[in-house]
């Protein structure tokens, strides 16, 4: 018996959309898409992930010249996801404690994790509402430049853009390997024949 919900039929129908109407997304629903996020699973509840939502013509030309991509910063909203350290660190000197533990690697990956997983959240969100949206790896094609654009400080780093709105395209969905070639039980196959994916 194949399961199927509202959920997973969101999740199933994913596209990416790279054009979107001349249309404003409803306070309500940003917000709906925020508190999305803001639930995201995070480590250690330590919550490090922050998001920019960019509204100046000035910065969202500019990031989109780094991503290099018409869309980005064109119609519908620009988000930024941070990886947040920051807010954090400010948290213990404001109680007179040390930073040194959030200047390691392994909580900056915790970061990565945390706010990856709220790009996910927030875009599952926006889709649910009829919107449409596509996560942008490419604003770190010159990550000092953009780092500088948005003027953050110290401890904070962006991880991915995603711009959402009203959909003016309809994608096909794109084909995906079938779950014997990315689902294994106990151990990763040793190897495997092109002939394999021939009918993939």
Same mark, same amino acid.
């Given at each position: ?6 959920? #997973? %039929? ?6 990416? !959309? /790279? ?5 404003? +997304? $409803?306070?309500? @629903? ?51 996801? #941070? %990886? ?6 400010? !948290? /213990? ?5 040390? +930073? $040194?533990?959030? @200047? ?97």
């Amino acid at each position: 018996m194949k399961i199927t919900n509202e959920t #997973l %039929a969101t999740q199933l129908n994913h596209r990416s !959309i /790279r054009a979107f109407a001349k249309k404003t +997304i $409803a306070k309500e @629903q940003l917000t709906a898409i925020y508190e999305a996020a803001r639930h995201t699973s995070t480590s250690q509840f330590l919550q490090q992930f922050s998001i920019l939502r960019i509204t100046d013509e000035a910065k969202r030309k500019a990031i989109s010249e780094i991503a290099k991509q018409d869309y980005v910063g064109g119609n519908g909203e620009l988000l930024i996801f #941070l %990886a947040d350290l920051n807010r954090n660190a400010k !948290i /213990r000197q404001h109680l007179g404690q040390d +930073i $040194a533990r959030l @200047q390691t690697a392994d909580l900056f990956f915790q970061a990565v994790n945390d706010t990856v997983l709220a790009v996910q959240n927030a875009l599952l969100a926006a889709e649910s509402m009829g919107l449409g949206g596509v996560v942008l790896g490419s604003i770190n094609n010159e990550p000092k430049k953009l780092v500088s654009v948005l003027e953050l400080p110290q401890l904070t780093y962006p991880i991915l853009g995603l711009q959402l709105g009203h959909l003016a395209q309809s994608p096909q969905l794109k084909p995906r390997l079938p779950l014997e070639f990315t689902v294994f039980d106990d151990k990763y196959p040793a190897d495997f024949s092109l002939s394999e994916f021939k009918d993939a």
